[in-house]
């Protein structure tokens, strides 16, 4: 098995894709830690990952509470090999009436706490580590009243190039998963609460070249190649899963032609 000995941290790892790459990497191996702010979801998670899995409840805005997160995992497991950095929150933040509280609130989650969660975990990793980031799509499409979210993936991005840069000669790899639509709960919380997955996703196909939304589980197999030995040749690069929507966007229902 592919991460047989191996051990990882996933941030919101309680729900959808982190869920989906925590039960995937334990299946081949791992011993994985999970956080989440819900202590009811992480302990539902925990009970469906079994004995490899270690939840810790956490808030990662808080920089005492992702060091608290480290202490941990470091406790428990000693190394780390793999972090898949993914907790994330979206919301809308229209131009004329987003607070600046509105708008750092995603910043600081998406962008900082991924930075200091790298920084934090950087002690207890070695040669052959592997730090996976979790983009979206979303930082190039333009959609309106989106701003914070787009600024924030675009950021990683950008940060991941950086990271991978500054650890090649510790010999860490970074890379980056880049969704697009995926069968996640994110799209029935917030501002589309009531909304079902359903609904959105089939109103959001035609817009996807392949006419649906990805799996957690088709996301999950990317972030599980990016951190293993298979990757070991591959550092500032992305694996795009989003059925074809920014690199053939013609090819879409919608735009199809005949």
Do not use: C, H
Not at 61 to 71: E, F, Q, R, S, T
């Amino acid at each position: 098995m592919r991460f047989t000995d191996k051990t990882a941290l996933i941030t919101g790892g309680n729900s959808g894709i982190g869920f989906a790459v925590a039960k995937l990497l334990i299946a081949e191996g791992a011993r994985v830690a999970i956080t989440g702010r819900d202590r009811a979801k992480l302990d539902e998670a925990a009970s469906e990952l079994g004995a490899n899995a270690l939840a810790i409840q956490a808030d990662l805005d808080d920089p005492a509470a992702i060091d608290l997160v480290i202490k941990q995992v470091g406790d428990a497991y000693g190394s780390l090999d793999i972090v898949f950095a993914n907790a994330g929150v979206s919301g809308p933040t229209p131009l004329g009436s987003t607070t600046a509280a509105a708008f750092e609130a995603i910043l600081r989650t998406n962008l900082t706490a991924v930075f200091l969660t790298v920084q934090s975990a950087l002690p207890l990793m070695s040669a052959g580590g592997s730090i996976v980031l979790n983009g979206s799509v979303m930082r190039e499409l333009g959609r309106a009243g989106t701003a914070a979210y787009a600024a924030s993936k675009a950021g990683i991005t950008g940060m991941a190039k950086v990271f991978a840069g500054e650890l090649v000669q510790r010999g860490i790899r970074v890379n980056t998963v880049i969704p697009g639509g995926t069968r996640t709960p994110i799209w029935t919380r917030g501002a589309r609460a009531g909304a079902s997955l359903d609904g959105t996703e089939e109103a959001l196909s035609p817009a996807i070249p392949m006419g649906r939304f990805a799996t957690v589980e088709e996301v999950a197999e990317a972030v599980a190649f990016l951190a293993s030995n298979g990757a070991s040749g591959i550092t500032a690069a992305e694996i795009v899963v989003d059925g074809g929507t920014i690199g053939a966007p013609w090819g879409s229902p919608a735009l199809r032609q005949g």
